[in-house]
């Protein structure tokens, strides 16, 4: 290993001083390193790997399709597998008539979908309508399209490199949107600054709102107000603008529920994007549901070109894998599993008022923990100390908030959540 490491710096990856351990071995939320310890792994991997490591029902799936045949292309073997994973995801969250666009990782999910959006509108009204309209606090991929059009401007600091896209309205979070009130805090009320956006544009210039319905990696686990996600819609179908839900990190249970939206009624979106939990880190996948009411125009006779997906997009060993993490997903004690999440919540919150953190936020097993400016590199080193390992936050707000996101995989066990939450509260404490 040694003659790999000399040479680590030719690998170009993220810059931030995140932990870099060897890890020989793994099992559930755990990863064994090779000096014999091992770390827990808060973050389920950057947010994908939702059923943890080593999924015996994950390996078997692949096994079995690998013993068939390993990659033919859409094109030139009948997709039968791909189409049993369209099923069943569908089935899954809640969109049985959904149709669904197959792709290789979130950020192109993303892009698919606009062009998919795109695509169905021009159809649909016989013009030429491109706008797509994000939020402040929003992150929608590692594209220079995705970097360009959403809020989260760390990832892409140069204005010249946005190509004149950027945010169209603020989120519905008190970092960027505490001036617009005075002595309360945000609400339903906010949206009209989507309304307003969307006018001041010309709806008919305007393809689709795109949004996350929780905040994910930018402003840690913010979740909107009440009703707010309703009257998005709303808002959009009065001026025949498409909702895209962004729920490439929150999608599959993250938050407790198929998908975060299902948390509040009447804010059904028109096309949902998931990749993480779907994938959940055994292979690269991204999915675009498109709903049965807008769906046909995709196949019209006028449509465009529909966007390239990837030629490993409908790659039969992908969905091999999605099948087994599905497998897995459905296996889980639901009550004991929304237990958990409460038990997850319940201990984070009762570190609000320590001296480092400013606020805990979050549902289900997603947790934004705020901390001090100052604070967050030091914090995550005691709790590496400590045997758990969390992803960072940094984007919200000016000043910028920061903090650690707090998400361990689905199916982490009674004692795994006790761990990480004392071995947290320990770390917090070192530095009050």
């Known amino acids: 290993m040694d003659r790999y490491l000399q040479h680590r710096e030719r690998l ?13 071995g793994s099992n559930g939320p755990w990863l064994h390193r090779a000096d014999g310890h091992r770390v827990l792994d808060g973050s ?25 045949y390993s990659f033919g292309g859409a094109a030139v073997v009948q997709p039968h597998i791909q189409m049993e994973l369209m099923d069943r995801l569908c089935r899954v969250v809640g969109r049985p008539e959904d149709s669904v666009a197959l792709t290789t ?29 994000t939020s402040s606090l929003s992150y929608h991929g590692n ?33 960027t949107h505490s001036h617009a009130h005075e002595g309360h805090g945000c609400d ?19 393809a689709a709102v795109l949004i996350e319905p929780i905040n994910g990696t930018t402003g840690g686990a913010f979740v909107p107000p009440d009703g707010y996600l309703r009257r998005v819609s709303e808002v959009c179908r009065e001026r025949s603008v498409l909702v895209i ?27 949902v994007i998931l990749s993480k939990g779907l994938g959940a880190g055994y292979v690269g996948v991204g999915a675009v549901l498109v709903s049965p009411e807008i769906a046909p125009l995709l196949r019209h006779k006028d449509v465009d070109p529909l966007p390239a997906m990837g030629t490993m997009a409908t790659h039969p060993l992908q969905a091999a894998a999605c099948l087994g993490v599905l497998d897995e997903l459905e296996a889980m004690d639901f009550r004991a599993f929304a237990t958990r999440g409460e038990r997850l919540g ?34 995550m080193e005691e709790c590496e100390r400590r045997g758990v390992f969390f992803y960072p936050f940094t984007g919200a707000g000016d000043p910028r908030s920061e903090g650690l996101v707090v998400a361990p995989p689905l199916n982490s066990s009674d004692e795994d959540i006790d761990f990480l939450t004392a071995a947290l509260t320990d770390a917090v404490a070192s530095l009050s």
């Open 245 to 271: 839900h962004d729920e490439v990190l929150t999608g599959l249970w993250r938050t407790g529920t198929p998908l975060a939206s299902h948390h509040w009624d009447g804010c059904e979106p028109d096309l």
């Open 105 to 133: 990782c979130g950020t192109l999910g993303v892009e698919v979908a606009v062009g998919l959006a795109r695509n169905i509108v021009r159809v649909r009204d016989g013009k030429r309508r491109g706008d797509i309209l």
């Open 44 to 68: 389920s991997g950057l947010l994908c790997a939702n059923v943890g490591q080593s999924s015996p029902a994950v390996f078997s799936r692949i096994e079995r399709q690998f013993s068939r």
């Open 346 to 379: 319940t201990a984070l919150r009762s570190l609000t008022g320590w001296a480092p953190v400013r606020e805990v936020r979050g549902v289900g097993h997603l947790y934004g923990v705020e901390v001090a400016p100052g604070l967050l590199w030091p914090l």
């Open 12 to 24: 170009l990856t993220s810059s931030r001083p995140l932990p870099d351990f060897e890890a020989v």
């Open 188 to 206: 339903a009320s906010c949206v009209e600054e989507v309304a307003r956006a969307i006018d001041s544009r010309d709806a008919e210039n305007v």
């Open 143 to 175: 594209s220079m399209f995705t970097l360009g059009v959403a809020g989260n401007q760390i990832r892409n600091p140069r204005p010249e490199d946005r190509y004149g896209l950027g945010p169209a309205f603020p989120a519905p979070y008190p970092p």
